[in-house]
């Protein structure tokens, strides 16, 4: 809950003015960029996007209890045409996003607390909740990234949630462009800063993997200058990382010169897995509440933040006693019909479907298994390529391929070419869901993944279906 900001704090920090003379609270205890969840005494922030202007609901937010709302110089013609608009209660800005993040840095830079901010190509939201976790077995009160809220109106967001009772934070930064990390760092303000790994995630937006690298780097440069970069040195990018971050570097991976090295992994049943680290020269046994041997390498960059932040190996240990996993991401799920679903469709990228496939060969099913694959967004050019390459990869890992969409299609063709298990391109969502549906039987697993745009969370209710 945010502790209450003075008016003349959130002036100094955004840059804004009234108009003339003013006649509001000292504070607001609260702030909201939705009209609809305005309480009384709160700050309206109206942010404007492709497809909505916050402002035409500035009148609205005021009439339901906000004391004071920004609102961008552009826009004030129009706002003192309308008469239920009180201008008085209006703090002008250049730009209420930009004036929005830097009320949010202000904040965040109220509380002398641990924050370890996350980015990287794959695997971010996983090790927010394997770094929330470790945390938590020192900190009272962690918070984390809740869902998806990791992109330049979320962050703000979660940062608004830390009150005094907050002993760490635990947040996660996303980006489409080049230059999106650096004002979320520069909002978060991180003590730890992990890069999980550079993958072609966004490769179409921003062109080149050594673009991509730059581009999650920003948080390394805007980090605290006191603290540690946590990187991965299994990375061919790790030396070009490494020489951005402003702070220590230590490193995590299965490289042998790892600060904190994977030396084994392996499942533990169905929903769990077994992962020895070498902690800077001591051994430490970890089981996880995950799958996916690719969690291995996860879980090592939670534990060098904890490590980093002083967490004893003792308390460590503890750490899946506080995992909460944020779902959707090879989540195992069992039907009433006796087969398992993983449920991996909250995002997808070459490199994630490459983990998701090699997790679903490794586990140890009684019975067969099966992978529902669709199209994967945003690789540029060499997209048919890198969609066959998962087809042929699929054709050796499991008995059944079924694929959606028109670069799902491509998955398919080249499945079938490898493959001498069936392989079916569906006419859409619920033939796909039919398809298992029939083939399915007690002790079979079956995975279901793509971009989040493909929507197959769809086909998991289906198939979750009695």
């Known amino acids: 809950m945010l502790e209450p900001l003075s008016i003349k704090d959130i002036l100094a920090a955004s840059g804004g003015h009234f108009e003339g003379e003013s006649h509001v609270p000292l504070q607001v205890g609260g702030i909201s960029t939705d009209s609809r969840t305005i309480r009384p005494g709160d700050l309206y922030a109206p942010l404007v996007g492709k497809k909505f202007d916050g402002h035409a609901f500035l009148?609205?937010?005021l009439r339901s209890g906000a004391a004071v709302a920004l609102a961008a110089k552009s826009a004030l013609e129009s706002l003192r045409n309308e008469s239920d608009v009180d201008m008085s209660r209006v703090i002008v800005v250049d730009d209420t996003l930009a004036a929005y993040h830097q009320i949010a840095a202000h904040y965040r830079r109220k509380f002398d607390i641990p924050v370890v901010g996350i980015?990287?190509?794959?695997?971010?939201?996983?090790?927010?909740?394997?770094?929330?976790a470790v945390l938590a077995t020192h900190f009272e009160h962690v918070l984390k990234t809740p869902e998806n809220l990791n992109n330049e109106f979320g962050v703000p967001q979660t940062v608004f949630r830390i009150d005094e009772a907050t002993g760490a934070a635990v947040i996660e930064m996303a980006m489409r462009l080049q230059g999106e990390i650096r004002p979320l760092a520069r909002i978060a303000y991180p003590r730890v800063a992990i890069i999980t790994n550079i993958g072609e995630a966004h490769l179409e937006r921003l062109g080149s993997?050594?673009?991509i690298a730059d581009t999650k780097a920003e948080v390394l440069e805007e980090m605290d200058p006191g603290g540690t970069a946590i990187l991965p040195r299994d990375s061919e990018f790790f030396d070009r990382l490494a020489g951005k971050a402003r702070g220590k570097v230590l490193s995590f991976g299965i490289h042998e010169a790892s600060d904190v090295r994977v030396l084994s992994s392996e499942p533990q049943g169905m929903r769990a897995?077994?992962?020895?680290?070498?902690?800077?020269?001591?051994?430490?046994?970890l089981s996880a509440p995950v799958i996916g041997l690719h969690n291995a390498t996860n879980l090592a960059a939670a534990v060098a933040a904890g490590h980093v932040l002083g967490i004893s190996m003792h308390r460590l240990k503890s750490f899946a006693m506080n995992f909460q996993s944020s779902g959707r991401r090879l989540e195992p799920t069992s039907t009433k019909s006796g087969f398992m679903i993983l449920n991996d469709v909250y995002n997808a990228s070459p490199a994630s479907m490459r983990a998701a496939l090699e997790t679903l060969r490794a586990l140890p099913a009684r019975g067969r298994k099966a992978a529902i694959l669709g199209d994967m967004y945003e690789l540029g050019p060499e997209e048919v390529a890198m969609h066959r390459a998962v087809g042929r990869l699929a054709a050796s890992s499991v008995d059944l391929l079924v694929t959606v969409g028109s670069l799902g299609e491509e998955i398919a063709r080249a499945g079938a070419e490898e493959s001498t298990s069936p392989v079916r391109h569906a006419a859409d969502r619920a033939d796909a869901a039919a398809i298992v549906r029939d083939w399915a039987r007690e002790g079979d697993v079956v995975l279901v993944k793509a971009s989040r745009g493909m929507h197959l969370d769809e086909v998991v209710r289906l198939l979750e279906e009695p």
């Open 59 to 61: 009148g609205q937010a």
């Open 119 to 132: 980015t990287g190509s794959n695997g971010k939201t996983s090790t927010k909740d394997l770094a929330a």
């Open 209 to 211: 993997r050594e673009n």
């Open 273 to 285: 897995l077994h992962v020895v680290l070498d902690l800077c020269g001591t051994r430490v046994d």
